[in-house]
Structure formats: structure tokens, C-alpha cells
């Protein structure tokens, strides 16, 4: 089946909401006529350590040039030429990667409890701001491209063509849209009708699809967050399933199910879902089929771990919600490792904003370290928040490495991640489209 690359097809809905962000950007401390965020004509970062990613090794005393957005050639000082008039950045005692790429983020993030009441009554338009400033924070947090796996109010569409216009600083964005549940399911209300049988699901396909939806997601079992339920059941039905996956391979889209269920994701996989976020109780023989299937798994493990419980009892969660998320904390951490072992293709995501506080460090980065705790080389982990998540997204052309041709997405650490995770806690730099937006070292 022949996929559309999601950077070549875009529709832009919610007008007035790109609007309102627009003007944001223009009145926060920015003049007017530098509201864009765009590259200079030529930049050349030297002096670093460069990991490329893309099969070469290290490079001592690197260069990487860069022309308006994109990287134009990597490779030791010897060998690449920097012109006259390019901009100079010394990384210098930095190593220097691809951006992070985080395929579990939602901008405009609510959750039961206290949070929740203080947003009960949001604008369509403040949403849309706070979902801008999550965004910003995540890029400045070194995550360079997320993928938005749900978002019922619209916002996530009108930032990501702020973003893309550059009025406004954030990651690259592709974006799933409203998810698709039952009646009763993960993300509905209580008491609220949810989409029922292979017809309305279908309906909801294309009108996501319409609103310039990049994914479709589904939720095809409880979660952490939902009321009541077992987490472990299955809620779709295959029928259901399969209609929506019908809808997006006529579109050339992909389909991403919530599941904590190994029963529905099983048949999910027979009704051809792409990829599978959570998995809190999936087992090694899912993890089997879903390698033999090709499809991806996308853990979210920091969710269910010690490090989110920080987050839960700063946006006040009910104790209910403490205690499911406690629950699932060994078994998805099984899950995990099981995952590891059986080679299924994982990419990277947290289901917390990239840059929220987790155990020392930020929800992104720690979701990378605690991969390597459940088995993976740094090597592997830094491919599934860099190289997988760009084949995940059908962008390997344009996103993933440090490669002439790529967008100039790129970060800079003080110290070595392949010699140890943790040096991802070094971020220091941070260019998006050849755009500094961070740069620790104010000098240069």
C-alpha cells in the first residue's frame, strides 16, 4: 500500500485560532517585524563531536552547513568547507545529534482532578495559547518533532500551521486529531455517547481526516485516566476497527490505537492498525505479532512509573486516578522490557509534555533512559527517539539523522549518550529548520 507523505499533505482549519496565535506571537516580546522564526541563509556548526545516526560513527572536530533550513553536508573539518559569509556556532566540547522525537504528546493536555476544574471553562482561544506554550517548552526542551496522538478541541491543528508559517516557535507536528472511541470508552465522559458501529467510526475517520489529520487514533481499551473499566479489556469491535482502517488506507493516512489490551490488539492487528500506544498489559507473544505484523509499539512507560507521580499530585489527580496509575506500573514496566527483547519497532513517546519534570530530569529524556534500563543499548534508544520515529511518520527523507538534504534539526549535549544516556540531562543547544532557539553558550 502506497502511504502520502504526511509533510506533503496538509489542509489548515480553525482560522480565527491561527490568528489569535499569530497575534500572540507578534505582542510577546518580539517587535513586529521579527515575529518569523526564520534561518539565516547559511550556518555552520563546528568544533563537535557529531553523531550522525546514519550509520557512520562518531566525528571528531565535525562540521555540519547548513543552507536556510537544511543540512547541506556533514562530516570532518578536513572535508567540509565553510563559506565566508556562513554563521559560525563553536560547539566546541558539545556532541551534537538529531532533535528528539517524541510520538506520544498532547499539546493541550487535560486530566482529571483539580486541573481539570481550573480548565473546565477554557476558551477555544486559550487553548489554543496554552497548547502554543507547551509546544514552545517542548522544543526548547530539545524535542524537535512530536507527534500529537489526540486533541478534541482543534488547537493542535492551528499550532501546527503557526509553527510551519514559523510565527510561532514549537516542533514539528503531526497530528491524529479527535480520537475515535466507543461508547463509554477511554476519553468520553461519563454518561456521553461515543462513536458506535463500522458507519459512524467511518464518518469520524474522514472528518478528521478532513480537518488535516496526519493519523487516525482509536481507543480500543480502557487507560489510566478513564473512569472506570479494566484497563486490559477490549472495548472496540474488530468491525469497528477494521472501518476506520479501511477510511485511512483510502486516504493514505495510518491508524494508532490506545491499548492496554493484548485481545483487542491482537485483532487490531488483523484489522490492520499501524501502531499501538501504551500497551500496559501486552505480552511477548503480542509483541511477536506485531513485529511478524510491522507494526509499532510507542511505550508511554514513564506514565506508569515513579517519576509521574510528581505531575499527577501537581495538577491535583483524585486519588482513584494515583491508584490506576500505580496499578499498571509493574506490568507495563514487563511489557517493556518484553518489548526490548522481542525486536518489535519501537519509537520513542511519553504521554507527558516533552518538557515536564521527571525524576531529575524532563519527560522525554527519561523516557530514553528508561529504555536503556529495560534493555536497550544508548545506541538503540537514541535511534527510537530519532531514526524510528522518522520511519514511523513515513519521513526518513527529511527527518531522523544528520544527513545533507534533512531538515537542520538539531541538538547539542556536554557530554557523550553513547556512552551514557544521561548525557541527554546536557541539552544545551537546540536549532529547529536551521533556527537557534536555545543556545546555553551566550556567546556565540
Not at 500529537?148 to 493542535?156: F, I, N, P, Q, Y
Not at 520515529?389 to 547539542?412: F, N
Amino acid at each position: 500500500m502506497t502511504r502520502i507523505s504526511p509533510l506533503l499533505r496538509r489542509t489548515y482549519p480553525l482560522a480565527a485560532l491561527l490568528a489569535c496565535l499569530i497575534a500572540a506571537a507578534a505582542l510577546l516580546a518580539r517587535p513586529a517585524a521579527a515575529a518569523r522564526f526564520d534561518p539565516p541563509p547559511r550556518t555552520a556548526i563546528v568544533g563537535g563531536t557529531v553523531l550522525p545516526l546514519d550509520g557512520r560513527g562518531a566525528i571528531a572536530n565535525g562540521v555540519i552547513l547548513i543552507e536556510g533550513d537544511r543540512i547541506v553536508a556533514v562530516g570532518p573539518a578536513s572535508d567540509v568547507t565553510v563559506p565566508d559569509d556562513a554563521r559560525r556556532i563553536d560547539a566546541t566540547g558539545r556532541w551534537l545529534m538529531p532533535g528528539l522525537m517524541n510520538m506520544h504528546v498532547h499539546l493541550a493536555l487535560i486530566l482529571p482532578g483539580a486541573e481539570a476544574m481550573r480548565l473546565r471553562f477554557e476558551t477555544p482561544e486559550a487553548r489554543a495559547l496554552r497548547a502554543a506554550d507547551n509546544a514552545r517548552r517542548s522544543l526548547l526542551a530539545g524535542t524537535t518533532t512530536i507527534r500529537s496522538t489526540g486533541d478534541r478541541s482543534g488547537a493542535t491543528f492551528a499550532v501546527r500551521q503557526a509553527v510551519e508559517a514559523r510565527r510561532i516557535a514549537g516542533p514539528r507536528i503531526f497530528a491524529s486529531g479527535a480520537p475515535i472511541a466507543p461508547t463509554g470508552g477511554h476519553g468520553t465522559e461519563p454518561g456521553s455517547d461515543g462513536l458506535d458501529g463500522p458507519y459512524e467510526v467511518r464518518a469520524a475517520a474522514r472528518a478528521q481526516i478532513a480537518k488535516g489529520a496526519d493519523w487516525i487514533k482509536i481507543m480500543i481499551s480502557r487507560g489510566i485516566a478513564s473512569y472506570s473499566g479494566d484497563i486490559a479489556a477490549a472495548d472496540m469491535t474488530f468491525d469497528e476497527m477494521q472501518a476506520v482502517t479501511e477510511i485511512a488506507d483510502r486516504r493514505g493516512v495510518q491508524v494508532t490505537a490506545h491499548s492496554g489490551s493484548p485481545a483487542a490488539t491482537l485483532e487490531a492487528l488483523e484489522a490492520g492498525v499501524d501502531c499501538f500506544e501504551h500497551g500496559y498489559y501486552l505480552t511477548p507473544k503480542v509483541f511477536d505479532a506485531m513485529r511478524e505484523a510491522g507494526a509499532w509499539y510507542v511505550p508511554t512507560i514513564v506514565v506508569s512509573q515513579q517519576g509521574a507521580m510528581e505531575f499527577f499530585r501537581k495538577i491535583g489527580s483524585p486519588q482513584w486516578y494515583l491508584d490506576r496509575a500505580k496499578s499498571v506500573g509493574k506490568v507495563h514496566w514487563a511489557a517493556l522490557q518484553a518489548a526490548v527483547a522481542s525486536g518489535v519497532d519501537i519509537a520513542m513517546g511519553s504521554d507527558q509534555f516533552p518538557f515536564e519534570p521527571n525524576e531529575g530530569t524532563v519527560a522525554s529524556v527519561r523516557e530514553i533512559e528508561l529504555y536503556v534500563d529495560a534493555g536497550m543499548t544508548p545506541a538503540q534508544a537514541l535511534r527510537a527517539a530519532t531514526v524510528n520515529p522518522a520511519r514511523l511518520l513515513g519521513a526518513s527523507d527529511e527527518l531522523g539523522t544528520l544527513s545533507a538534504g534533512k531538515y537542520a534539526d538539531i541538538i547539542g549535549l556536554d557530554a557523550d549518550p553513547l556512552a551514557d544516556i544521561s548525557a541527554l540531562r546536557t541539552i544545551s543547544l537546540v536549532m529547529a529548520g536551521g533556527y537557534v532557539h536555545r543556545n546555553d553558550r551566550q556567546a556565540d
